[in-house]
């Protein structure tokens, strides 16, 4: 069970070193600018629908993240 846990703790740490770099590479210029298109969506430019949906995509993640860490972080603070 002791395995499992830090598992577990090494894979939420894990995803939170890599939450900055996709953000990172969401919002690079390369990406950004196949959105550029003069489409819309409900009367919004394609690429005002991209940035707002990433930047909310990743404000969840990271709420979500910071509750799994807190949550192992309890855990380890028990178990200790």
Known sequence: MGDEAALKAAKTRDAALVLPLAGLALFTPPLIEVFAADETIFGAPLIVVYVFTAWAGLVAAAFLLSRRLARV????????
């Open 73 to 80: 972080a309890a855990a380890r603070g028990e178990a200790e």
